[in-house]
Every structure is written in C-alpha cells, then in structure tokens.
C-alpha cells in the first residue's frame, strides 16, 4: 500500500512538473512570436495599434513573470524583452523624425508667407512650382 502511495505521489507530481515546464516554455514562446510579429508589423501600426501592442506585451510579460527560469531560459527572456524596447524606440525617433520634418517645412512655409508680406508678393497657388528662390525682392 505505501508502496502504490509513493509511485502515485511521484506520478503526480512528476506531472505537475511537466506541467509547469510546458507553461513556461509556451510563456517564452509566446513573447519570442510576439516579439518577431511586431518587428515585422511595426511600421504599419498607428498609434492606437502601438496600444494594443503594448498592452498585449505586458500580459505576456505578467505571464513570463509567473515562472523561475534557467540562467539561459532568462538570459533569452531579456534578449526578448530588449529587442522589443528597440522596436518601439525606433519607431518613436521615426515619428520624431516626421515631426521635425514637417515642423521645419511649416516654417519655411510661414518665413515664405512673412516674406512676401514685407515684400508685397503674390503668394503662388498650392502645387505652383514657384518657390522662395524664385520670387523677386523688388517691391
């Protein structure tokens, strides 16, 4: 009897154990496949996408954090992590980037207006060819 009580206690618990092993395996999975979905679709994602994205990352990673992991297992789980955060800091310096874009053709724009203000110009038509190269100083 104690015999059966031992190899059914160690049933079981060797199927906890295995259990377990695959959960945390599918918990880095799962980060490791969000993290190669987003670096595939992050240049197309608007701004209420980057939301949901972000929101996803940190259930995935509550999910992560549930687990103890080998020194490589959480060596893999950083290297996840990091790349991630360059993900979204990439795509932050390239909305940076738009932004000055379009901030310096604003004022280009606005000195052109102020320009031909002082100097009595017509202003060209949008989509004319005529830039501020082009336009007399002449009064």
């Known amino acids: 009897m104690k015999k059966t009580q031992l190899l ?3 049933a079981i618990a060797c199927v906890l154990v295995l259990t ?14 969000f993290v190669e979905k987003v670096e595939k679709n992050a240049p197309n994602y608007t701004d209420k996408d980057w939301t949901n994205v972000n929101n996803e990352y940190d259930e995935l990673i509550t999910e992560i954090d549930k687990y103890e992991y080998s020194s490589d297992e959480a060596k893999l789980i950083a290297e996840l992590k990091g790349k991630y955060i360059g993900i979204k800091a990439k795509d932050n310096v390239n909305d940076f980037i ?9 004022v280009k724009s606005t000195i052109k207006g102020i320009k031909d203000g002082i100097l009595g110009n017509e202003m060209q038509p949008l ?4 830039d501020s190269s082009n336009v007399s100083n002449n009064p």
């Not at 738009?98 to 604003?106: F, I, R, T, Y």
């Not at 989509?127 to 005529?130: M, N, V």
């Open 127 to 130: 989509g004319s060819e005529a």
């Open 20 to 33: 377990s092993c695959d959960k945390k395996q599918n918990a880095i999975d799962n980060l490791s496949n």
């Open 98 to 106: 738009e932004g000055v874009d379009k901030a310096v053709n604003e």
């Open 8 to 10: 059914l206690s160690l």
